[in-house]
């Protein structure tokens, strides 16, 4: 057959390329042209959108000058704060506060106790106190405060720590340095890292909402200036708990060998999820996000050079990235780490996991999804695998904690709740 007359899959389509060099040019100029013009559309957009939900919180809550701070409430200050973890800051606020416990762990006083306790002497249960500790503060954070789901964490962290405090194991500085952390770091990292600082309205929530916890927590602050007087607003708080904190790492935070026996098991636990060939970087990482007080108190040494400028830019480039380039997160994509009701065994589900998956549902997603096959190819274990280890009906807020608390301290929970129910209303703390 004449090669003239022989059918292609384009001639038998009623399709004809054009292999006219003009032609072609002139359709790469015309996408180079698209290109030109829809990235300025584009990067417009985000211009005015990036900061909606900020104007939008300015609008919602009308605190326009620092007297106004002093009428803030606890309901306010959870909503604003939850805003920052669901919908802003979801990865960075989510890892400051992993680096606050963390953090907790250069105070010798505060090591030395977790390691009598054997919670970290093997991976198994610092797995678990990983989990435990995550559940108790996302039920706190994620819930109105006088809600039943957060008044139970309460109680509970309340009746976990009760006989430590008592009995003088637990210092009651090192009790508030460690509320003081949950409220500084997430203030700095955003400062540090992300691709827009606090407001005050912000801070003041964050400041608001832990003083509020540190209440429920039975904390006293008699070691900050205005302790015993009282401070004006959430601001204020956040401001002596930053200087004290401060000033008790100069005075508190030494190297000594419990502060490095119990990092390195957390550092196993933050790394869980990394391939052992890269477990020397994600090391590396971690003391990059390390300050050189925090590095030394843990016997850790600096990363290399080139390592911590590679993670800079990384950073810079993140920053970038998500202040000009990226749209804001919808609140249908809300980062939510739990289930918002109980399941049929009265029971709350984690609804993912970034160590062992502890209390996560055995559903097909969370055994047969991406997160679940790039989990089976790292050999680490999937929810509902070897039986009840990882509690795969769920947790109870009565009885997290470790195993030889289960099923304990329930009267004594209920007394705490009972007391919480009056003098736990979400109203402001400063009145």
């Known amino acids: 057959m004449d090669n003239s007359t022989q059918l292609t899959p384009g001639k038998f389509l009623g399709f004809v390329p054009n292999t006219d060099p003009r032609v072609a ?34 609008q919602k809550y009308p605190y326009t000058t ?12 959870c909503e604003i704060q939850k805003g920052l973890v669901q919908l802003e800051f979801p990865f960075l606020y989510l890892k400051s506060l992993q680096f606050a416990l963390f953090r907790t762990y250069g105070i010798p006083t505060i090591s030395t106790v977790l390691a009598n306790t ?10 678990k106190r990983y989990a435990d500790t995550a559940a108790l503060v996302q039920e706190f954070v994620g819930h109105a405060p006088t809600s039943r789901r957060a008044c139970t964490s309460i109680a509970r962290t309340r009746w976990i720590h009760s006989s430590y405090r008592a009995s003088g194991k637990i210092l009651e500085d090192d009790m508030l340095y460690t509320l003081g952390l949950f409220a500084i770091q997430p203030v700095r990292f955003v400062k540090m890292y992300e691709w827009r600082d606090l407001s005050d309205l912000e801070r003041c929530a964050i400041g608001t909402f832990w003083k509020s916890l540190g209440d429920s ?27 004290w904190s401060d000033d008790y790492e100069v005075r508190c935070m030494v190297p000594h060998v419990k502060n490095r026996e119990v990092a390195e098991q957390t550092i196993a636990v ?5 391939p052992q060939s890269l477990q020397f970087i994600g090391m590396r990482f971690v003391s ?32 970038f990235a998500l202040r000009y380039l990226a749209l804001p997160r919808p609140y249908v994509l809300r980062y939510v780490s739990y289930t918002d009701d109980y399941n049929e065994s009265g029971r709350i589900y984690m609804t993912n996991w970034d160590a ?18 790039l989990t089976w190819a790292l050999g680490r274990p999937l929810p509902g695998d070897e039986g009840d280890k990882y509690y795969p009906k769920g947790y109870d807020n009565l009885d997290v ?8 301290g329930r009267q004594a929970m209920e007394d705490i709740m009972k007391e919480l129910e009056t003098t736990r209303r979400g109203q402001c703390p400063f009145h």
């Not at 559309?41 to 939008?56: K, P, T």
């Not at 927590?217 to 200087?243: Q, V």
């Not at 925090?294 to 990363?303: E, F, G, Q, S």
């Not at 904690?401 to 304990?408: A, M, T, V």
């Open 356 to 373: 062992a998956p502890y209390y996560v549902e055995p559903s097909l997603r969370n055994r047969w999804g991406p997160i679940a096959w």
């Open 270 to 274: 933050l790394l869980y999820m990394l």
């Open 66 to 77: 620092r007297e106004s701070f002093s009428r803030m409430t606890d309901d306010e200050a």
């Open 25 to 58: 040019g002139l359709g790469f100029q015309q996408l180079v042209t698209c290109v030109c013009l829809l990235l300025p559309a584009y990067a417009f957009l985000v211009s005015q959108l990036r900061f909606r939900y900020l104007q939008r919180l300015h």
């Open 288 to 319: 990059f996000m390390m300050d050189d007080r925090l590095r030394k108190a843990m016997l850790i040494d600096p990363p290399p050079a080139f390592d911590a400028k590679l993670f800079s830019l990384l950073f810079s480039a993140r920053r």
């Open 401 to 408: 904690g470790p195993k030889y608390f289960e099923g304990k």
């Open 118 to 127: 054997a919670q970290f002497s093997k991976p198994e249960t610092s797995l």
């Open 217 to 243: 927590l039975n904390i006293s602050y008699d070691a900050l200036p205005s302790g015993k007087t009282g401070f004006r607003d959430g601001l204020h708080w956040l401001e002596e708990m930053m200087a």
